[in-house]
C-alpha cells in the first residue's frame, strides 16, 4: 500500500497501534480509539490520532481504505456486559463500515477471531461448520455476516481475517494491555522477574501463535489483493505452554519452573491451530517469524534491561 488515506480504529490498541504504525511509512494514517484498551503513546508521530469511539458520529472515514480493528476483545470482557460488547463489536462495526462507504470508500479488512473454531488439535479451516459457544464469538461471526452483506449489496472489498494468538511482548505495543495481554507476553514478564507463570492444567493446551508483524502484513496485503471473504491468519503450527515457558527460559537464561492450576473457564479452549492455505493463495503470504524468534524478540528488552542495570 502507498498513497493511501488510511482508517485504523482500535489504532492505538495492541495490533492496530503495530499496523498504524508500519503504514504511515507511506500512507496517511488516522488511528481512532477510544483509549479503553489502547494508549496513543503506541503509536508514531506519523500516525493522526483521534480519540473517539467507534460508535460516534464524529471521526474521520473519508478514507480510501478502512482497517477496522476496535473490539472488545476478549470473552471475559463480553460476559461481563453483552450489551457492551454487541454495540462495540457488532453496532460499531456497522457503523464505520456505513459511515465509509457514504464517503466513497469501497475496501475494509475487519478482525474476526479464530475463537470460534473451538478445542481442535488439527488445522482448522475457514470452510469448517462453526458455532458460537461466547457472546464475543457470536459477535465475530455477526460482523462476518454484515461484511458479506456489505459485498454483495454494495459492491465493496470485505476482507475478515481470523488471527491466531496474536503476540508482541510487553517491550512492545502490548505492555498497555496488562492481564489482557498474550500469554507469551504474560508468562516471560513472569519469568523474567523470577516469579512462576500460571498455566491451566497441566499446560499441554496448545497454541497456534503469529507473531504481530506478521499480522500486521497479513492486513496489508489483503488491501493489496482486494480479497473478500474470511480467511485464518496463522503459522499452522502449535506449541504447548510447557513448551512455551521452556522456550522462555531458554532464551532468558533461566530456570523458572511454572505453577500448575485449576483452569477457572467453562468451555476453555484447549488447542488451536490455523489452516492458512486460502490466504496464501490468495496473497502469498506466509509467517515469517517462527515462533522461537518470536519468543527471542519477547525476552530482548528484558536482556537488554538487565545489561543496563549491571
Known amino acids: 500500500m502507498r498513497n493511501k488515506r488510511v ?4 489504532g492505538a490498541g495492541f495490533i492496530g497501534s503495530n499496523l498504524a504504525n508500519r503504514l504511515a ?42 482497517f477496522h480493528l476496535a473490539a472488545l476483545s476478549s470473552r471475559n470482557m463480553h460476559e461481563s456486559d453483552p450489551q457492551r460488547g454487541c454495540r462495540v ?4 462495526f456497522v457503523n464505520t463500515v456505513e459511515r465509509a462507504r457514504k464517503e466513497g470508500c469501497d475496501t475494509v479488512v475487519y478482525a474476526s477471531t479464530s475463537s ?20 464475543y464469538e457470536a459477535s465475530k461471526l455477526a460482523r462476518e455476516r454484515y461484511a458479506e452483506y456489505y459485498a454483495n449489496h454494495h459492491d465493496m472489498n470485505m476482507a475478515g481475517l481470523r488471527f491466531f494468538s496474536v503476540y508482541q511482548g510487553f517491550g512492545g505495543n502490548e505492555g498497555h494491555k496488562g492481564e489482557y495481554a ?10 523474567a522477574s523470577g516469579e512462576a507463570p500460571e498455566l491451566f492444567g497441566d499446560g499441554s493446551q496448545t497454541r497456534d501463535f503469529t507473531h504481530v508483524d506478521d499480522v500486521a502484513r497479513a492486513c496489508e496485503l489483503a488491501v493489496d489483493e482486494e480479497l473478500t471473504g474470511v480467511y485464518n491468519v496463522g503459522t499452522e503450527e502449535a506449541y504447548s505452554f510447557n513448551e512455551m ?4 527460559n531458554d532464551a532468558l537464561g533461566t530456570e523458572v519452573d511454572p505453577e500448575y492450576v485449576e483452569c477457572p473457564f467453562d468451555g476453555y ?20 517469524i517462527d515462533f522461537a524468534e518470536g519468543v527471542e524478540r519477547v525476552c530482548a528488552p ?3 534491561g538487565a545489561r543496563e542495570i549491571t
Open 89 to 92: 463489536n457488532v453496532e460499531g
Open 25 to 66: 511509512a507511506d500512507n496517511d494514517v488516522i488511528a481512532v480509539d477510544d483509549t479503553y484498551l489502547g494508549t496513543p503513546e503506541n503509536l508514531v508521530d506519523d500516525v493522526a490520532f483521534v480519540e473517539a469511539s467507534v460508535l460516534d458520529d464524529d471521526y474521520p472515514v473519508d478514507v480510501d481504505v478502512v
Open 302 to 304: 528484558y536482556i537488554e
Open 269 to 288: 479452549v484447549h488447542d488451536t491451530m490455523a489452516d492458512a492455505s486460502e490466504f496464501h493463495d490468495a496473497t502469498g503470504w506466509e509467517p515469517e
Open 7 to 10: 482508517l485504523v480504529t482500535g
Open 116 to 135: 470460534i473454531y473451538g478445542s481442535r488439535t488439527e488445522p482448522s479451516p475457514v470452510d469448517m461448520d462453526v458455532e458460537a459457544h461466547t457472546a
Open 182 to 191: 498474550n500469554t507469551v507476553a504474560q508468562f516471560a514478564d513472569a519469568i
Open 245 to 248: 515457558v521452556e522456550l522462555i
